[in-house]
């Protein structure tokens, strides 16, 4: 007998409320909870047979396995629009047919929160300006701020700090408020750049800039002139109302900024000028007359800078120079200068400074010097009236310049009277003594060149021998030298450059034998000579000297061999008989003084 299954009892779903969690920027597929559900009836009536739904109005983010009762979400969620959703779950057996019996359960599922966003300040560069004196604890009048789109888990929680801490200047963490943390100098600093960091809880950022300008305290403000004193030239008789070309002004003692002080003349030796207030410009309001002057110079103006604000005052002074028109022309010092130069100087050697006298004041007194004689090897400047060596100088050339100047000034073209300059080229010791001759009283001297000499035809035992011909004197030859320089440099001496074994040479270039010579022994002979000047370096001159020795008769025949026959037989008819030989020998060089003639 198959009985029906009854459907008696609906599905029991424990536990009978789920919960669950999700973060709110979850994109996946994700399983968040597992519904289960028992049926005591049998077949698809009972636990077999149930399935799972969601409620009619569940968000299409949620689904469920209609058989494992698995529940699947697919973000993302908004934590600030929904922070806890209810989803209702139903289980029904049969299949889950129309007919089937139900039940519901719900599934409460939280959102949870994540730092998804960066603070943001609401500007990116923020401007202050306080004054120096504000005192450290004293909020600026900036005040910066950042939002951060995040609400949940403390997340939109922004704290401020300084990236580059400072001693000057702390920001509270809360409110961003920026505080004066110590005292401030507008002097020693003008202008702050602080960078401000906004970070939430989770570590995200921005940044932003606070520029803090430091005023100054106009009450303080202290003029100065900036210069005490101020100088200037005019020319005397010029138009009323001319200018004066100086420019007066003050500033402050601190920042060195013209407040728009005002300005006055206080005292002047005369009563030629006046002064605009607002500008100080100066202005002549009385003829100037240089004589009406009491030093016929100077005008001395004291002046004043007021402050109005605080009254603050300054003086200083200006001194107006007053130059005269161009009346006079320029006069010389002095009729005449003397100057020596060596005659090594380089180029450029400064020998003298010319002066002149211009009675004339201002433009009218600068001169120029001008140097009227052409083609000398000298330069004059024409502001400094120095003069200076312009190329190579050479004494044994020019000994003497003789130069002319004058002046004229800017005002006129009519020049000064003439200056002489007599210029004197001191000697250096540039040149060496030159041989200029050589003579010999018994020879023949050759100067072949300046370094060599030939003596010829020098007779031989010349002087050698007591009873010769030239008596007591030993000269072979006298010696004529010159040096082109003069003083020390030019005087010099001549002595033997080596030994010689034939000759002596005296101071004064008297070249003497002391031995004899044999022209039958040596033909010639040669010596060196050096001619040495006294100049420092001291200069020499080498010559070379030959002499040529001439042969005197000064050997007779001498017999060398005689034949003679023992027995001497002579025909009494004979004519002519060879009796006996004899053989001379002459030790005379030249043929005319060897060659020999027998005689009986």
Same mark, same amino acid.
């Given at each position: 007998?198959?009985?029906?299954?009854?459907?008696?009892?609906?599905? $029991?779903? #424990?536990?009978?409320? @789920?919960?669950?969690?999700?973060?709110?920027?979850?994109?996946?597929?994700?399983?968040?909870?597992?519904?289960?559900?028992?049926?005591?009836?049998?077949?698809?009536?009972?636990? +077999?047979?149930?399935? @799972?739904?969601?409620?009619?109005?569940?968000?299409?983010?949620?689904?469920?396995?209609?058989?494992? *009762?698995?529940?699947?979400?697919?973000?993302?969620?908004?934590?600030?629009?929904?922070?806890?959703?209810?989803?209702?779950?139903?289980?029904?057996?049969?299949?889950?047919?129309?007919?089937?019996?139900?039940?519901?359960?719900?599934?409460?599922?939280?959102?949870?929160?994540?730092?998804?966003?960066?603070?943001?300040? $609401?500007?990116?560069?923020?401007?202050?300006?306080?004054?120096?004196?504000?005192?450290?604890?004293?909020?600026?009048?900036?005040?910066?701020?950042?939002?951060?789109?995040?609400?949940?888990?403390?997340?939109?929680?922004?704290?401020?700090?300084?990236?580059?801490?400072?001693?000057?200047?702390?920001?509270?963490?809360?409110?961003?408020?920026?505080?004066?943390?110590?005292?401030?100098?507008?002097?020693?600093?003008?202008?702050?750049?602080?960078?401000?960091?906004?970070?939430?809880?989770?570590?995200?950022?921005?940044?932003?800039?606070?520029?803090?300008?430091?005023?100054?305290?106009?009450?303080?403000?202290?003029?100065?002139?900036?210069?005490?004193?101020?100088?200037?030239?005019?020319?005397?008789?010029?138009?009323?109302?001319?200018?004066?070309?100086?420019?007066?002004?003050?500033?402050?003692?601190?920042?060195?900024? %013209?407040?728009?002080?005002?300005?006055?003349?206080?005292?002047?030796?005369? *009563?030629?000028?006046?002064?605009?207030?607002?500008?100080?410009?100066?202005?002549?309001?009385?003829?100037?007359?240089?004589?009406?002057?009491?030093?016929?110079?100077?005008?001395?103006?004291?002046?004043?800078?007021?402050?109005?604000?605080?009254?603050?005052?300054?003086?200083?002074?200006?001194?107006?120079?007053?130059?005269?028109? !161009?009346?006079?022309?320029?006069?010389?010092?002095?009729?005449?200068?003397?100057?020596?130069?060596?005659?090594?100087?380089?180029?450029?050697?400064?020998?003298?400074?010319?002066?002149? $006298?211009?009675?004339?004041?201002?433009?009218?007194?600068?001169?120029? #010097?001008?140097?009227?004689?052409?083609?000398?090897?000298?330069?004059?400047?024409?502001?400094?009236?120095?003069?200076?060596?312009?190329?190579?100088?050479?004494?044994?050339?020019?000994?003497?310049? $003789?130069?002319?100047?004058?002046?004229?000034?800017?005002?006129?073209?009519?020049?000064?009277?003439?200056?002489?300059?007599?210029?004197?080229?001191?000697?250096?010791?540039?040149?060496?003594?030159?041989?200029?001759? +050589?003579?010999?009283?018994?020879?023949?001297?050759?100067?072949?060149?300046?370094?060599?000499?030939?003596?010829?035809?020098?007779?031989?035992?010349?002087?050698?021998?007591?009873?010769?011909?030239?008596?007591?004197?030993?000269?072979?030859?006298?010696?004529?030298?010159?040096?082109?320089?003069? *003083?020390?440099?030019?005087?010099?001496?001549?002595?033997?450059?080596?030994?010689?074994?034939?000759?002596?040479?005296?101071?004064?270039?008297?070249?003497?034998?002391?031995?004899?010579? %044999?022209?039958?022994?040596?033909?010639?002979?040669?010596?060196?000579?050096?001619?040495?000047?006294?100049?420092?370096?001291?200069?020499?001159?080498?010559?070379?000297?030959?002499?040529?020795?001439?042969?005197? !008769?000064?050997?007779?025949?001498?017999?060398?061999?005689?034949?003679?026959?023992?027995?001497?037989?002579?025909?009494?008819?004979?004519?002519?008989? !060879?009796?006996?030989?004899?053989? #001379?020998?002459?030790? %005379?060089?030249?043929?005319? !003084?060897?060659?020999?003639?027998?005689?009986?």
């Amino acid at each position: 007998i198959n009985a029906p299954l009854l459907n008696e009892t609906a599905p $029991t779903v #424990f536990p009978s409320k @789920y919960v669950a969690s999700v973060l709110e920027a979850q994109a996946q597929t994700l399983l968040i909870a597992h519904i289960q559900a028992v049926d005591p009836d049998k077949g698809v009536n009972g636990t +077999a047979g149930i399935r @799972y739904s969601l409620g009619p109005l569940t968000d299409a983010r949620f689904q469920i396995n209609a058989q494992t *009762g698995d529940v699947l979400v697919t973000g993302p969620f908004v934590y600030n629009n929904e922070q806890v959703l209810t989803i209702t779950v139903i289980a029904t057996d049969n299949l889950g047919a129309a007919y089937g019996q139900s039940t519901s359960t719900v599934l409460v599922v939280t959102i949870l929160p994540q730092n998804l966003h960066s603070p943001i300040f $609401t500007q990116t560069v923020y401007t202050g300006v306080i004054d120096e004196f504000t005192q450290p604890g004293t909020a600026i009048n900036v005040t910066v701020r950042a939002s951060d789109a995040d609400t949940g888990g403390n997340y939109g929680v922004v704290a401020y700090e300084l990236r580059d801490p400072t001693e000057k200047f702390m920001i509270q963490a809360d409110t961003g408020d920026i505080i004066v943390a110590g005292a401030l100098d507008w002097n020693k600093q003008k202008t702050y750049l602080l960078t401000v960091l906004a970070t939430d809880i989770g570590g995200r950022f921005d940044i932003a800039y606070v520029t803090i300008n430091i005023t100054y305290n106009l009450n303080h403000v202290v003029p100065v002139f900036k210069q005490s004193v101020y100088t200037v030239s005019i020319t005397e008789k010029r138009p009323l109302g001319t200018q004066v070309p100086l420019k007066v002004q003050a500033v402050d003692v601190v920042n060195g900024i %013209d407040y728009g002080f005002q300005y006055y003349i206080i005292d002047s030796t005369v *009563g030629w000028f006046s002064i605009d207030t607002t500008s100080g410009n100066i202005t002549m309001v009385g003829l100037v007359d240089r004589l009406r002057i009491p030093d016929q110079a100077h005008v001395t103006l004291t002046l004043a800078a007021v402050y109005p604000v605080n009254h603050g005052i300054t003086t200083c002074q200006v001194i107006i120079t007053v130059d005269s028109l !161009n009346n006079y022309p320029p006069e010389m010092s002095r009729p005449m200068y003397n100057a020596s130069v060596k005659e090594d100087a380089t180029i450029g050697t400064a020998l003298l400074t010319v002066n002149a $006298t211009n009675y004339n004041t201002g433009l009218f007194s600068r001169m120029t #010097f001008v140097l009227l004689t052409p083609n000398v090897p000298f330069m004059l400047n024409p502001k400094t009236g120095v003069l200076q060596t312009s190329m190579a100088l050479d004494r044994e050339t020019v000994q003497n310049y $003789t130069l002319f100047v004058h002046a004229i000034d800017e005002g006129t073209t009519t020049p000064s009277n003439s200056s002489v300059i007599v210029i004197t080229v001191l000697d250096i010791n540039d040149n060496a003594p030159v041989l200029r001759s +050589a003579v010999s009283p018994f020879g023949k001297a050759t100067l072949t060149s300046t370094t060599s000499v030939s003596i010829t035809q020098f007779p031989e035992t010349y002087c050698a021998k007591p009873g010769s011909s030239c008596g007591d004197t030993r000269t072979i030859a006298a010696l004529s030298a010159s040096d082109a320089d003069i *003083g020390a440099n030019g005087q010099f001496s001549y002595a033997l450059a080596a030994v010689s074994s034939y000759v002596t040479v005296g101071s004064t270039g008297m070249i003497s034998l002391k031995t004899e010579v %044999d022209r039958e022994s040596v033909d010639s002979f040669m010596f060196v000579v050096a001619i040495t000047d006294q100049g420092t370096p001291m200069l020499q001159t080498i010559v070379n000297f030959t002499v040529y020795l001439a042969d005197l !008769n000064d050997n007779s025949p001498v017999p060398q061999l005689t034949s003679v026959s023992p027995n001497i037989a002579v025909s009494e008819i004979a004519s002519t008989a !060879n009796l006996a030989s004899f053989i #001379f020998t002459d030790g %005379d060089a030249t043929s005319t !003084n060897s060659d020999m003639q027998y005689t009986a």
